[in-house]
């Protein structure tokens, strides 16, 4: 059986974010407002897992995120993706998007799965993050910081597992009959 989308939109990804980042970076957090990227890549000096700065504790859980939504299609089991197919074509009507070749546009358009999905999908992500950091141009440094930002990030996860993860009853079962499933992916 395969669990797929979230029930409770108050324990999506989404919103699980800004309370971690509310957490590690107390006097308000603004996406807009600093270039987390080059803040980060300027940190020269080597820190104790314990003493990170949390603009590299902020920056490890918007790279989980940006992960998460780019590649969640390929973490799914069929009975999900055919669900998250249905998401899209609800979306894609619901903004006025009729060609699937625009299917792109979701993304800017705001869509993210993330607002969609929680737990149970978040922890299948941490798995292949190592495929994702040697994917890209980093070097050891900043690999390493990140990958402390992500144990926290973790970390935290596992300290609030009750208020994140409230069991199989959160999710939805899906039930989609083999004609349907064909229908939805030749959308």
């Known amino acids: 059986m395969t669990l797929t989308m979230f029930l409770d939109s108050g324990r999506t990804f989404s919103k699980t974010l800004p309370l971690y980042i509310s957490q590690v970076y107390p006097m308000g957090y603004d996406e807009k407002s600093e270039n987390w990227n080059e803040v980060v890549v300027s940190l020269k000096e080597n820190f104790s897992e314990t ?75 941490f798995p292949v993050l190592p495929e994702y950091l040697a994917k890209q141009e980093w070097n050891d440094h900043m690999t390493n910081l990140l990958l402390a930002g992500f144990k926290k990030f973790i970390k935290y996860l596992e300290d609030n597992i009750d208020k994140y993860y409230k069991g199989r009853e959160a999710y939805v079962v899906p039930d989609h009959s083999e004609k349907e499933t064909e229908l939805i992916f030749n959308f």
């Open 51 to 125: 003493k990170l700065p949390k603009e590299v504790l902020v920056l490890a859980a918007r790279s989980i995120q940006d992960y998460f939504n780019a590649q969640i299609y390929s973490l799914f089991y069929v009975g999900e993706r055919v669900q998250y197919r249905k998401l899209l074509i609800s979306e894609c009507k619901r903004l006025g998007i009729t060609d699937t070749d625009d299917l792109h546009r979701l993304h800017e358009l705001g869509f993210r799965p993330s607002a969609h999905y929680g737990f149970v999908h978040l922890l299948r992500v």
